[in-house]
């Protein structure tokens, strides 16, 4: 099993991933086919404002049978991943790790809705 998520919010491979994993929490995870990602944006979050704590960064990605919202900080690292096919896994961790250094992205929230599910 990975570990990614003691330290991180994403894994990455060398090789294109064949799914990209949601981890919501330790209990809950959703994979969705990399091949069925139609398109991702990664866009300033409109509820941040000027509240620090607010994650002020959006990555909004669009697959075939669901939409997938992260919101968090650096998720442009989270979009380069995506543009090389290498990103595998994204996940929340706690918020002491937001202002590592090593930590290219951090991401404080993910939610998923199914296509056709309100």
Do not use: C
């Not at 990975?2 to 995870?29: V, W």
């Not at 404002?49 to 909004?60: A, N, Y």
């Amino acid at each position: 099993m990975s570990t990614f998520l003691l330290d991180k919010s994403y894994e990455t491979l060398n090789t294109a991933a064949a799914f990209i994993e949601f981890h919501q929490d330790k209990d809950h995870r959703r994979a969705f086919s990399a091949s069925h990602l139609i398109g991702f944006s990664l866009d300033p979050n409109p509820d941040a404002g000027t509240d620090k704590d607010v994650p002020p960064q959006k990555l909004s990605l669009v697959f075939s049978t669901a939409d997938v919202v992260v919101l968090g900080w650096g998720l442009g690292f989270l979009a380069d991943r995506l543009r090389e096919s290498t990103l595998v896994a994204v996940g929340i961790i706690p918020k002491r790790y937001a202002e590592l250094e090593r930590t290219p992205a951090f991401v404080s929230a993910i939610k998923i809705m199914q296509v056709g599910k309100g």
